[in-house]
């Protein structure tokens, strides 16, 4: 019994501390210029300006415009991960070809590689193509996750080969195989899949950074730090603003699909 | 002599890997190793000659301070991110599972730090630690103790960013922890109950720490995987200073490689910085290893 009290303080003192950035933000995103720079911080707001600050963060910057990109680029990219990871998995789990060795073993290399080491030889490359500043310069780099195939694959082994041999009994080609049997059966993976896929690519800052230039093409991390860089520390309401609703879309999601993104994280480890 | 059906198995194989197949090799692979060729070159971005120049890169690297700075920093922070991370993460995972109330209110509220846009939260950090109306010195304030302006201070402002990066990945080792201690057969709890010693601690040295061996070491390797990846907090925040002390490789590489146009000596930087990933892959297969056959 006290141990269990003793439990609760320990966990709820470090809740607040996590959850802390949450609140003051969404306070701050709700409060006067006046009162955010006052010498007493008060958690609930003395002064709103709830709608002074949010409607500056969507007119001072393209806020609406940057979330757009975000739902463009992260499902794009998905798209493109999950149309060519699939296939490629279930080559690798349940068909019988030389070379499947060797090209497992390359996807386990690809898997060392941090997302940033090809940025140099990439961002020429999209420079040579006249991708950069595009939809194509931010999503195609991501639109292979060996992450993806690697995970696909273990989830494929899995399956009873007697149902890909009904299917094919029935008439079955391999790719309808891969895409009306093995998709249906590997959803919760694919849902996991998604939840990490739409996590790292929302978030993602590093790449687009450096291929974008152009104020209508930036992703909402991009977007957010661009706002902040205009501000440079003045406007701290509408920058609050603008921080809750470019992490709205992640928060909400999460707390909608805990048990698919937190499966999701578990599986993983490393992009 | 190959058998038709095991011959349309393999077409049908080749046609499905091959768009990934190509994608890998454009994206990853293939750069990765024109990264490796280009740190032997001299070529800066958009000039028309380029030539082999050798180890000189590298060999520029070695005197060059800023660099060493930035080596020194990146370390200091897998250094302190890495244990803290972990440790609480540990922590949060095993004193969460203890118990089944408020499991679920208290595993979401940690990890929602993972999911969320590090660059927005990072400027809300960033006001946190405002030198006059933020939260930390008015809270240092009121208990009396001295306050600075943490992210102008050369001696603080790494640190600063230390925590921003505990508390973002916290989360992730803490579910893990929650995943390898499930793994954990309760007879051993059970057996240590017969034995008589089933106090907290007793129960966590003998049975949670040595069957949650694997799980560490992995939790080790992806935490200090990601913190030699920082670069968001740091491009947002602080920009690398104030006075190069919070430089780090990524940034470093950034600014040579795209600030400044030198594409060859960025290469190098990355291949510095690829070689500490590998070198932590390598530690933790080699931990793994010999617990695998001897643990």
């Known amino acids: 019994m006290v141990k269990g009290i003793f439990r609760h303080v320990f966990l709820m003192a470090g809740a607040i501390v996590m959850l802390a950035p949450f609140a003051i933000m969404i306070s701050l995103s709700l409060k006067s210029p006046g009162e955010i720079f006052s010498p ?80 140099i030889p990439l961002y020429i490359a999209m420079w040579k193509l006249d991708l950069l500043n595009s939809y194509a310069g931010i999503i195609l780099p991501s639109t292979i996750s060996v992450f993806g195939i690697f995970l696909m694959r273990q989830f494929f ?97 999460f707390l909608l699909a805990q048990r698919a993104f937190i499966a999701g994280v578990t599986m993983t480890g490393v992009k | 002599m190959v058998d038709r059906p095991h011959r349309a198995e393999a077409l049908a194989a080749y046609a499905l890997a091959a768009p990934a197949f190509l994608l890998m090799w454009a994206m990853l692979l293939g750069p990765a190793v024109a990264v490796g060729l280009l740190s ?24 060059d301070r800023v660099f060493w700075i930035s ?70 304030r009121l208990v009396g103790l001295p306050t600075d302006d943490w992210l102008q201070n050369p001696d603080t402002a790494l640190y600063v960013l230390i925590v921003i990066g505990v508390w973002q990945n916290l989360g992730l080792a803490m579910v893990l922890f929650m995943a390898g201690l499930k793994s954990i057969p ?30 560490l070491v992995f939790v080790v390797a992806i935490t200090a995987i990601r913190s030699f990846q920082v670069f968001d907090t740091v491009a947002v925040l602080t920009e690398g200073g104030p006075n190069k002390s919070t430089e780090v490789l990524l940034y470093t590489m950034v600014r040579q490689g795209f600030t400044f146009l030198r594409s060859s000596y960025g290469a190098a930087i990355t291949i510095v910085f690829l070689g500490f990933t590998l070198l932590v892959t390598l530690a933790q297969t080699k931990l793994l290893d010999r617990r695998a056959h001897y643990g």
């Open chain 1, 40 to 119: 007493h911080f008060t958690l609930w707001p003395q002064q709103w300006a709830a709608w002074e600050n949010y409607h500056a963060a969507f007119t001072k910057v393209p806020l609406a415009r940057f979330l757009l990109n975000g739902f463009i680029v992260t499902f794009f990219i998905f798209l493109g991960q999950a149309v060519t990871a699939l296939p490629m998995a279930y080559a690798l789990a349940k068909l019988r070809w030389r070379g499947r060795e060797t090209t497992f073993a390359l996807v386990l290399l690809a898997l060392l590689i941090p997302p940033q080491v090809p940025a």
């Open chain 1, 157 to 253: 082994r899995t399956v009873p080969d007697d149902l890909i041999a009904a299917a094919r009994m029935d008439g079955l080609s391999e790719l309808a195989i891969v895409w009306r049997i093995m998709l249906p059966t590997a959803a919760p993976a694919i849902a996991a899949f998604a939840c990490l896929s739409f996590i790292w690519n929302w978030n993602e800052f590093f790449w687009p950074f450096l291929a974008v230039q152009d104020e209508h093409l930036m992703t909402p991390p991009l977007g957010i730090a661009f706002f902040s860089n205009a501000e440079a520390g003045t406007a701290y309401g509408p920058l609050m603003a603008a921080a809750c609703v470019v992490t709205a879309p992640l928060a909400i999601a």
């Open chain 2, 40 to 63: 032997l070159t001299d070529w800066s971005f958009g000039e028309p000659s380029i030539s082999f120049v050798g180890l000189a890169n590298y060999e520029e690297l070695w005197t």
């Open chain 2, 71 to 140: 080596l020194r920093n990146t370390l200091v922070y897998v250094g302190l991110a890495v244990p803290l991370t972990v440790g609480l993460g540990l922590v949060a995972a095993i004193t969460i599972e203890s118990g089944t109330h408020g499991r679920a209110f208290y595993r979401a509220a940690y990890f929602l730090p993972v999911a969320s846009t590090l660059l927005a939260m990072a400027l809300v950090w960033e006001f946190m630690f405002h030198p006059t109306v933020g939260f930390v010195n008015q809270a240092l």
């Open chain 2, 186 to 215: 309760p007879d051993l709890y059970e057996a240590l109950a017969l034995d008589g010693a089933d106090g907290m601690w007793e129960r966590f040295r003998r049975v949670t720490w040595p069957m949650l061996g694997p799980a």
